[in-house]
Nanobody, 127 residues
Framework: QVQLVESGGGSVQAGGSLRLSCAAS????????VGWFRQGPGKEREGVAA????????YYADSVKGRFTISRDNAKGMVYLQMNSLKPEDTAMYYC????????????????????WGQGTQVTVSS
């Protein structure tokens, strides 16, 4: 049974940093694409960052480019999201999700295509 577990969320002041972790287990075949998504209060879920496991290509939403970094540790089955220079508008529940797909589809970060989802970890940024 596939399981994704996020951790690392918390409350920080604007300008601070957090590192989110996504632990994946139970896969028969490793996913090709791992994405981080977020959903703020009253907002739709949006793609934040994604990584294509095979080639290591990374993709980012414009709103987080230069501030967030997605990375993976294949040996540990972990994907990370380093978030720096956090802003109040980054406040949201953050989810990791996986998909078996191509790099092109991965780069689109369309939440409706992702197969497996974690329960989320809350990030709150105060001004």
């Amino acid at each position: 049974q596939v399981q994704l577990v996020e951790s690392g969320g918390g409350s920080v002041q604007a300008g601070g940093s957090l590192r989110l972790s996504c632990a994946a287990s139970g896969y028969t075949y490793s996913p090709d694409c791992v994405g981080w998504f977020r959903q703020g209060p009253g907002k739709e879920r949006e793609g934040v960052a994604a990584i294509y496991i095979g080639g290591g290509s990374t993709y980012y939403a414009d709103s987080v480019k230069g501030r967030f970094t997605i990375s993976r540790d294949n040996a540990k089955g972990m994907v990370y999201l380093q978030m720096n220079s956090l802003k109040p508008e980054d406040t949201a529940m953050y989810y990791c999700a996986t998909l078996r797909t191509t790099a092109t589809i991965c780069s689109m970060m369309r939440s409706g295509l992702f197969t497996y989802w974690g329960q989320g970890t809350q990030v709150t940024v105060s001004s």
